[in-house]
């Protein structure tokens, strides 16, 4: 659908982010940040899976080789 436009690394990272951010919505915060967590959770998640940043494709950066 989209063409990749993240290195393994940052697919990893982006993963990690998001796993982390899902546990600390889950057990730690509460009201908006908690709400703020999940939305960089379903961020972190959609594009370390995907492969493909939004932001990377308006600016013109391709981390993958």
Same mark, same amino acid.
């Given at each position: &659908?989209?063409?990749? #436009?993240?290195?393994?690394?940052?697919? #990893?990272?982006?993963?990690?982010?998001?796993?982390?951010?899902? /546990? =600390?919505?889950? $057990?730690?915060?509460?009201?908006? &940040?908690?709400?703020?967590? $999940?939305?960089?959770?379903? /961020?972190?998640?959609?594009?370390? =899976?995907?492969?493909?940043?939004? /932001?990377? !494709? =308006? =600016?013109?950066? #391709?981390? !993958? !080789?």
């Amino acid at each position: &659908m989209f063409k990749q #436009n993240e290195s393994d690394l940052d697919k #990893n990272i982006r993963l990690a982010v998001g796993i982390i951010s899902l /546990l =600390l919505g889950v $057990f730690t915060f509460s009201g908006t &940040m908690q709400i703020l967590a $999940f939305i960089v959770a379903g /961020l972190g998640i959609f594009t370390g =899976l995907s492969g493909f940043c939004f /932001l990377y !494709k =308006l =600016l013109g950066i #391709n981390t !993958k !080789k």
